[in-house]
């Protein structure tokens, strides 16, 4: 063999060994298995509330793939909602990290008022990430705040979306004064 087809053969194999780490490379990335939840991911959901000079995380809830298989806890009596007392006249941010503002989420924030319970939803949008004020007022008080994750199954005979996981605080003030509900 000459030199000249020595260094074809060599360029040959170079060029077909980079072809095969490219295209494995991206095959590898493209097909890595980030729904099923074993990856580690659900890390890095996260709500940052601040009340006052606190700066408190709440970690998920309850946190399942996005098929709502592989949850965690897997068993729903182990679930624990983080305790954030949020005094009345004080207001809190809720920041959602990257990762959970990367998909759509619903803020559920539950009040308490002279009129009994009061509970708002609302429609966050993707690839953002959001800080909300919310406000605890002796007329309105913040008792809990939720942010729902959702999956990509739909409930049984409608198109609603079911939750994959939630993040929860029981945010109710220390010592909450007994208030009879009022009609109105």
């Known amino acids: 063999m000459r030199s000249g087809e020595k260094k074809a053969l060599t360029i040959i194999a170079a060029v077909a ?21 074993d990856s580690n991911d659900d890390d890095d959901l996260y709500l940052q509330l601040a009340v006052g000079d606190r700066l408190i995380r709440v970690e998920p809830t309850l946190m399942c793939d996005i098929f709502l298989k592989n949850c965690s806890p897997s068993d729903p009596r182990d679930i624990s909602v983080q305790r954030v007392p949020i005094p009345i006249g004080e207001s809190v941010l809720v920041s959602a990290s990257k990762d959970v503002a990367e998909w759509p989420w619903n803020l559920v924030v539950q009040y308490l008022t002279p009129r009994g319970p009061e509970v708002t939803s609302t429609p966050m949008r993707s690839e953002s990430t959001y800080t909300t004020a919310l406000h605890s007022t002796p007329d309105r008080v913040v008792v809990n705040i939720e942010v729902q994750i959702p999956s990509a199954v739909t409930e049984p005979g409608t198109d609603n979306v079911m939750a994959r996981g939630f993040l929860a605080a029981d945010t109710t003030p220390e010592n909450l004064p007994e208030r009879p509900v009022t009609q109105g």
């Open 17 to 37: 060994v980079v072809f095969v780490l490219v295209v494995g490379g991206t095959v590898a990335f493209l097909t890595r298995d980030v729904w099923s939840g």
